[in-house]
Nanobody, 115 residues
Framework: VQLQASGGGSVQAGASLTLSCAVS????????VGWHRQTPGKQREFVAS???????AYTDTVKGRFTISKDNTKSTVDLQMNALVPEDTAVYYC??????????WGQGTLVTVSS
């Protein structure tokens, strides 16, 4: 399984960005997909996910600002990020999870938010 993340960049606080992840396999069933992020010196943290059945989950700090969606026909997972703040600065990684021990990661895309 391969995942290719794109869409990162440098923006001012308050701006929006959309990250996209292309997955090399069908994501319509059997897997959850989502995003984590990581800043230097910190552990990778969960951001958002969408289950095979379409149920979404978000970490509290992005609720109301970020929206995750997937397109099963294209095997893509998007993360729409609005009202960005400097604390959102991180490398964002998309993932596909069949089980806790069977998880695949993309290469990461850098998001930098300046104040």
């Amino acid at each position: 399984v391969q995942l290719q993340a794109s869409g990162g960049g440098s923006v001012q606080a308050g701006a929006s960005l959309t990250l996209s992840c292309a997955v090399s396999q069908n994501i319509s069933s059997g897997s959850d997909v989502g995003w984590h992020r990581q800043t230097p010196g910190k552990q990778r943290e969960f951001v958002a996910s969408v289950s095979a059945g379409g149920r979404t989950a978000y970490t509290d700090t992005v609720k109301g600002r970020f929206t995750i969606s997937k397109d099963n026909t294209k095997s893509t997972v998007d993360l729409q990020m609005n009202a960005l703040v400097p604390e959102d600065t991180a490398v964002y990684y998309c993932y596909l999870r069949r089980s806790p021990s069977d998880t695949y990661w993309g290469q990461g895309t850098l998001v930098t938010v300046s104040s």
